[in-house]
């Protein structure tokens, strides 16, 4: 077959690395013989299987410790799997199955839900609204120039100096320490938890951070 689907790492450590599926079957876990090594301690040694069948792609779970979850919902068994959808591993990988290599994104950024998006920010009334709730009291200033510089990028990764150009813009980040960065990101996402547990917040580690929208 042309064009064959690619998986992508949109999380963790991992984040980036991609994967064709060139095989009718392909094993995915810890174990060094899999097709997809994961070298999580979650992932179990042989996590699940990616078929192709049928002209569609399926997704199995083999018994895992940890689960699979597809597009949030635990996978028991076989599930079909579509351009878009959302793999996590245990709680420690998040795949996007992407369609083709030619819609592989460029940047670790996560497709929006047909349904929207459970986060919606109000940049004019600085109003940050999730699941049709309003968060109150409202963020603070700095507090809200991070979410709306998150907000904005869509899904893209965000570094440290972006962090800081927006948040203390005209500062060149002077006084600004990393332990600063951390905890106003820290001090987001708790406000953020009041209306919804999800981590919208997501760090990938030696870039920055990104906004999952769930």
Not at 110 to 115: G, I, L, N, V
Not at 136 to 147: C, G, N, T
Request: one cysteine or more; charged letters at 30%.
């Amino acid at each position: 077959m042309d064009d064959r689907p690619v998986l992508v790492v949109s999380e963790g450590e991992l984040a980036g690395h991609r994967w064709t599926l060139s095989k009718d079957e392909m094993l995915v876990g810890r174990g060094n013989d899999s097709d997809i090594v994961l070298p999580e301690r979650q992932v179990s040694r042989h996590h699940l299987k990616i078929h192709y069948r049928d002209s569609r792609y399926l997704l199995e779970d083999l018994g895992s410790k940890n689960g699979t979850f597809l597009n949030g919902q635990p996978v028991h068994g076989t599930a079909p799997i579509q351009d878009g959808d959302e793999i996590q591993i245990a709680l420690a990988v998040r795949l996007l199955f992407v369609g083709t290599d030619a819609t592989v994104p460029l940047s670790f950024d996560m497709p929006r839900r047909a349904d929207g998006s459970n986060l919606v920010l109000e940049e004019d009334r600085r109003t940050v609204i999730i699941k049709g709730k309003e968060l109150d009291p409202p963020l603070s200033l700095a507090q809200f120039r991070l979410l709306e510089m998150l907000y904005d990028a869509d899904g893209a990764v965000c570094g440290r100096d972006d962090i800081i150009e927006a948040v203390w813009p005209g500062t060149g980040g002077v006084g600004v320490s990393e332990q600063a960065i951390d905890a106003l990101v820290r001090r987001l996402r708790d406000r953020l938890a009041e209306l919804d547990e999800h981590n919208y917040i997501v760090t990938v580690r030696g870039h920055g951070f990104r906004l999952d929208r769930a």
